[in-house]
């Protein structure tokens, strides 16, 4: 069964750095759609950004364009996500999730999700 886990969450302060990454665990031969969500309590999952599986393509939320950066190992479903810049409204518990075939901003369409990495943005 594949399993999609998240690491590198963390407490930093606003306009401090942070890259989250996220691998496939147990056997697959297919490469993923990957994507990066994020929920903050009390509130709905948001769309951060996604990657296209030969990491040609792109998609970012507008409340993280310009500042976060996705990108992939090639060949592979390893999966970073750099945020430059942090403010306190990144505050949020961050998703990896993965769909077989196309970008999507929307978090039905995506089947495989991690557990979530805590990240915490201090003023």
């Known amino acids: 069964q594949v399993q999609l886990v998240e690491s590198g969450g963390g407490l930093v302060q606003a306009g401090d750095s942070l890259r989250l990454s996220c691998a496939t665990s147990g056997r697959t031969n297919k490469i993923y759609v990957m994507a990066w969500f994020r929920q903050a309590p009390g509130t709905e999952r948001e769309f951060v950004a996604a990657i296209s599986r030969n990491g040609g393509s792109a998609s970012y939320g507008d409340s993280v364009r310009g500042r976060f950066t996705i990108s992939r190992e090639k060949d592979t479903n390893t999966v970073w996500l750099q945020m430059n810049m942090l403010k306190v409204k990144d505050t949020a518990q961050y998703y990896c999730?993965?769909?077989?075939?196309?970008?999507?901003?929307?978090?039905?369409?995506?089947?495989?999700w991690g557990q979530g990495t805590q990240v915490t943005v201090s003023s």
């Open positions: 999730a993965a769909d077989e075939y196309f970008i999507s901003t929307r978090a039905t369409e995506y089947g495989l």
